[in-house]
Each structure stands twice: as C-alpha cells, then as structure tokens.
C-alpha cells in the first residue's frame, strides 16, 4: 500500500522560508511524479508543483514558480518543496500526492497534509 507523509509545515514570518517533505513508502515511483497541491480555508484546492520521478522534470504554478522549489531524494524516496520569499496568500494546508498522471483523480496516494501559515 502506497503512503506519502508530509512533514516541515509551520509558522513563519512573510518574506522567511520553509521546506516541507514527502516521504513516500510501499513501493517504487519509477514512472510517477510527486505533486504538491495547497487549499486555503474556502478555496479551492490549487496545484503547487510537481516532479517526475525518473526524470526529474519539474513544472510549477505560476504563483510560486521562482519562489519554490521542488527536488527529490531517490535514495530516501523522499521529495521536498523549498519555499522562499513565502507570503501571506502562501497560507495554506499543502498536501502531496503520487500519480503516474496529472489528474488528480488518478493519484495513487495523497498524504495528510501539513499546515503552512505566513504571516506579515
């Protein structure tokens, strides 16, 4: 059974940094990406970034796209998504989630997400 377990969400300041994880387990990602999407209390839930496993491309939403950074680990099965320069429209619960796809009701596994709250 595929989980993801989000990890590094928190509190920060507007302009600071955080690096969330997705630590992947119960099988091998060969062929997937790792997507991190965000919702905001009575929003929408909004694509972030995501990351091909094999290949290491990456794609990034334009709201965070030179702000964030998403990387991954295969050693550790492990993907990270750096944020810098974050804002208070960053404020968030970010989840990630494993799909050989990019439609989201195709993923595999979703985790449980991590709050992230900027403030200014």
């Known amino acids: 059974q595929v989980q993801l377990v989000e990890s590094g969400g928190g509190l920060v300041q507007a302009g600071g940094s955080l690096r969330l994880s997705c630590a992947a387990s119960g099988r091998t990602f060969t062929g997937y990406a790792i997507h991190w999407f965000r919702q905001a209390p009575g929003k929408e839930r909004e694509f972030v970034a995501n990351?091909?496993?094999?290949?290491?491309?990456?794609y990034y939403a334009d709201s965070v796209r030179g702000r964030f950074t998403i990387s991954g680990d295969n050693a550790k099965n492990t993907v990270y998504l750096q944020m810098n320069s974050l804002k208070p429209e960053d404020t968030a619960v970010y989840y990630c989630a494993a799909g050989r796809t990019v439609i989201p009701s195709n993923f595999v596994a979703w985790g449980q997400g991590t709050q992230v709250t900027v403030y200014s």
């Open positions: 990351i091909w496993w094999s290949g290491d491309s990456t």
